[in-house]
């Protein structure tokens, strides 16, 4: 009998002090917060995606220009954006506006939309890899 009693005393300490120290570590994480500044000439907020640094922002600016900056407000890239001569890497500009950004197996996707209403599907590279006709 005491035994058991030692036993289930033991192992209610022990799930005591597990919560404790769990608990403890939530907090401190949670109170690790981090601002940074990203510049208004970055343009508008397009989309926020997971990263393999924590969580990607991504802006177009009003010359078309994408930027994915990190959440401390570091800017990891940019994507360039072409009327006539292609650029490598770049996305030409009659792929319309930048609507959002999704992240899959294979990478980052960024999605546009035209004036006529075609909906793209571009690799981070800028490879188109289908579109949609809106009717």
Request: with cysteine; hydrophobic share 40%; net charge positive.
């Amino acid at each position: 009998m005491r035994k058991n009693i030692l036993v289930v005393l033991g192992c209610s300490a022990l799930l005591v002090a597990v919560y404790m120290t769990g608990n403890r570590n939530a907090t401190a994480h949670a109170s690790t917060f981090s601002q940074g500044v990203v510049p208004k000439s970055y343009g508008r907020l397009v989309a926020a995606i997971p990263d393999q640094i924590g969580t990607g922002l991504i802006f177009e600016g009003t010359d078309g220009v994408i930027r994915f900056v990190s959440i401390t407000g570091m800017k990891e890239g940019e994507l360039a954006r072409y009327d006539q001569t292609p650029t490598r890497g770049g996305i030409p500009k009659s792929y319309g506006r930048l609507v959002t950004a999704v992240v899959n197996n294979e990478g980052t996707g960024l999605i546009f939309e035209d004036d006529k209403g075609v909906i793209r599907f571009v690799t981070i590279t800028g490879v188109k890899e289908g579109e949609l006709t809106r009717e």
